[in-house]
Structure formats: structure tokens, C-alpha cells
């Protein structure tokens, strides 16, 4: 069973760089897996802010990009605000037709 | 702008079916463009996806709910539903509806969710 990987937890002070990581079980992350990154806040739904890889959603602050770094999918925040202390889900869509979600990394701004 | 809303019954007993349906305002449920999920969210852990639907009812499901899952499509009400049989408490979660764009592979827009308790 294919299981998509993400660091649970990852701290960042104000105004740093920080890189999170989505990775496959069993072989690489492509463009091909579509890599989505969606923000969510405790108690509100997820917010999309890449999809494709590294196409940013209407309306997300050009701090947040994506990419594939190895063999991983990649969100880079460059200038972590506060307001980007959440949690952070990957997705990666796999020929079959399904969808994956990563287990999620909350991430600290301090 | 486009709106999903769930809703349902705030509350499933061991072994009975969740019943969930996704009304959809402000755009068609009738496009190409687009399939209609769904994703659960058990409290304090991560999104699983459940499964998508096109308009026309073509439908994919996560391999290990599939057993348990139905869904199903009124373009007549606009609405999509989803039916998961059997339940126990680790279907306890929150269950989102979400527009899923066919071309990029992602959910752009979401409901707010409801929270749907296994309970006797």
C-alpha cells in the first residue's frame, strides 16, 4: 500500500526559510503525481495553495512556491509571517485514478 | 462565487450507514471540467480521501474504503452524495464535500465540513 510521507512537525522563526517535504513510500514524486500543498487552520477547511507542482492558487503571497527537490514534492515559505503557523497537507494524485493525502506537518513560526 | 454545503445527521451508530449529501450553489454540478468529492478528517489527524464522482456518476474511491463506499449524483438538485455502510468509531471525523478539478487533480473549493460521530 502506497503511503505518502511528510515530516509531522517543523519549526521556522519569523522570517526564515523553511521547506517541507512530501515523499512516496515506494519511489519518486514526478510532476506526474500533481503534487497539491493545502493550508488549514484548526477548525476551517483546507486552503489550496499549490497545485501542479508549483502553481500558486489565486490570492497566495509569492513566500509560498513549490517544486520537486530529489525525489520528493517541496512547499518553501520564504519569509515565514505568524500567520503561517498551521498545518500543512500534501496530496499526490496516482494514475489509477486515486488520491493520496500525507499525514500533515504542523508547522511552528517562533 | 461557488458554495458546497454538507449535511446529514449529526450522529451514526456503530454498524449503520453514514448518509452525507454536498449541495452545490452559485455554479453547475454539470460540467466536464470537474469531478465532486469527498474527504474526512478524524479529529486531530490528517485528510484521507474518500472518493470523486463526475456529474454523469463515473466514480473512483480510496481502495480501502471502497468496500463501504457509495456515491451518487442529482444534477436535477445539484447536489452529490455519499453513502459509507458498516460504520465504526474510527469513521468518527469531519467530512468535507470539495469541487475536484479534473485537468490539475486538486480540490480548489470546499465545504465547510461536518463533524459525524460513531456513537451508540
Known amino acids: 500500500q502506497t503511503v505518502v510521507t511528510q515530516e509531522p512537525s517543523f519549526s521556522v522563526p519569523p522570517g526564515g526559510t523553511v521547506t517541507l517535504t512530501c515523499g512516496l513510500s515506494?519511489?519518486?514524486?514526478?510532476?506526474?503525481?500533481?503534487p497539491t500543498w493545502y493550508q488549514q487552520t484548526p477548525g476551517r477547511a483546507p486552503r489550496t495553495l499549490i497545485y501542479?507542482?508549483?502553481i500558486r492558487s489565486s490570492g497566495v503571497p509569492a513566500r509560498f512556491s513549490g517544486s520537486i527537490l530529489g525525489n520528493k514534492a517541496a512547499l518553501t515559505i520564504t519569509g515565514a509571517q505568524a500567520d503561517d503557523e498551521s498545518n500543512y497537507h500534501c496530496?499526490?494524485?496516482?494514475?489509477?485514478?486515486?488520491?493520496?493525502f500525507g499525514g500533515g506537518t504542523r508547522l511552528t513560526v517562533l | 462565487q461557488l458554495q458546497l454545503q454538507e449535511s446529514g445527521p449529526g450522529l451514526v451508530k456503530p454498524s449503520e450507514t453514514l448518509s452525507l449529501t454536498c449541495t452545490v450553489s452559485?455554479?453547475?454540478?454539470?460540467?466536464?471540467?470537474?469531478?465532486w468529492g469527498w474527504i474526512r478528517q478524524p479529529p486531530g489527524k490528517g485528510l484521507e480521501w474518500i472518493g470523486s464522482?463526475?456529474?454523469?456518476?463515473?466514480?473512483y474511491y480510496n481502495p480501502s474504503l471502497k468496500s463501504r463506499t457509495t456515491m451518487s449524483v442529482d444534477t436535477s438538485k445539484n447536489q452529490f452524495s455519499l453513502k459509507l455502510s458498516s460504520v465504526t468509531a474510527e469513521d468518527t471525523a469531519v467530512y468535507y464535500c470539495?469541487?475536484?478539478?479534473?485537468?490539475?487533480?486538486?480540490?480548489?473549493?470546499w465545504g465547510q465540513g461536518t463533524l459525524v460521530p460513531v456513537s451508540s
Open positions: 501542479g507542482t508549483n
Open positions: 515506494s519511489g519518486s514524486v514526478s510532476t506526474g503525481h500533481y
Open positions: 464522482i463526475s456529474y454523469s456518476g463515473r466514480t
Open positions: 496530496v499526490l494524485y496516482m494514475r489509477s485514478g486515486i488520491s493520496i
Open positions: 452559485g455554479g453547475s454540478i454539470t460540467s466536464s471540467s470537474y469531478y
Open positions: 470539495a469541487r475536484h478539478v479534473v485537468f490539475w487533480f486538486y480540490f480548489d473549493y
